[in-house]
């Protein structure tokens, strides 16, 4: 009962919650699926008589409100730890910046290293007979947010699944500021990959999946291509897979109704699947809900590198967009134009390499079409671009894939990568390729061709 009286209290409109926030504060709005919906809306009403708020958050499902103000760079700034399309878009008009970091060090980062967020605003599932507000999809590094923001205001959404975890996946009502109950818009749902899978895709997939071993442990990243491969996994005769992923998609939804996940032969955490956040299609939504085989837990947790490592027959899958002859992988910009973030692609790619039976693969289409000109342009190239991050260096490279082929660049020097990278390009590609390569001194006379 007192939870419920404590509940009453706290409960507040939106307009009276955003007072909370100052000219020139650091401002939380959560992550993903849960950042504010009535809240930012009423925060942006305010607009005439802020300036220089600074707003952090991530992987934008939809356009926030304070983006739209009139001048709204002067007012508002955009802080992104993991940029999607939105933020992408909001770079040009000046309201949005990138904050490059491994994701896994963000908990940390919150309680050690950056101010603090002064006021921290986010969606959350409904109070629980506890006192207890669940953070939905987005456990992420919310604990580390609400242990060190002043005011803290959630937005109760009964559409949020109830995500159970193992720690740090929900915020306790006496530790909460303000409470606002929203409009109840359903989960934003991003595209599952439910469509037909393209050639290049399935011949990638098909590249990747031949390489699972039985009860391996799954970390898959975002994008039709995952997706895919996830597709053929469920559709496989695998048995007793795991997962300890980054980011749950809907691909892992299709494997484990599929029979296929038991977690069995994780050596903690057994018989539940792992992760850090969640953005998908209902059909994901629904099986997070109130599930006791999947576990929602601090990136810190789940992208640790020395957890992974002791994970045996780990298999790590991501994507690029551009590889260079020197095994450099950059995902996270085409030169100075930036794309998206480092996020846990390098944790996974090394704890994939140091676990028994580890494999980290890099996957990606062999050539892309300028979407511009409708050029065909290699995505293996001499060097990175001039201006491109590199999220992935020479050193942690383990398989690069293409639709042509797998190279394990491990152990190998410059002129055995630039052969066996040349020989999964694309072959309209490969003649110049072996140019550049010359010109750099990383071609052999002996070199295949």
Known sequence: MRYQDEYKRKLTTPEEAVKSVK????????????????????LAMRWPELEGVKVRGGILMHRPNIFDVPHAPDHFIWNSWHMSGIERKAISEGIAFYAPLRYSELPGWYRNCIEPSRVAMFQVAPMDEHGYFNFGPSASHMKAVCETAEVIIVEVNKNVPVCQGGFDHCVHIDDVTMIVEGDNPPM?????????PSEIDMAVAKLV????????????????MPNTIGKLIAESDLKDLGVQTEMYVDAFVDIAKAGK????????DRGRQSYAFAAGTKKLYDYLNNNPACMAAPVSYTNDIARISQIDNFISINGAVDIDLYGQVSSESSGTRHISGAGGQLDFVMGAYLSKGGKSFICCSSAVKDKKTGELKSRIRPTLLEGSATTCTRPNLHYLVTEYGKFNVKGKSTWERAEGLINIAHPQFREELIAAAEKMNIWRRSNKR
């Open 209 to 224: 999946v031949e390489e699972i071993p039985d009860g391996a442990c799954l970390q898959l990243g975002i994008g039709s």
């Open 23 to 42: 000219s020139g504060d650091w401002v939380d709005y959560g992550w993903c699926v849960t950042t504010p919906v009535a809240l930012d809306r009423a």
């Open 188 to 196: 934003e749902e991003l595209g599952g990959g439910s469509g037909v």
């Open 261 to 268: 996940i038991t977690g069995a032969k994780k050596p903690f």
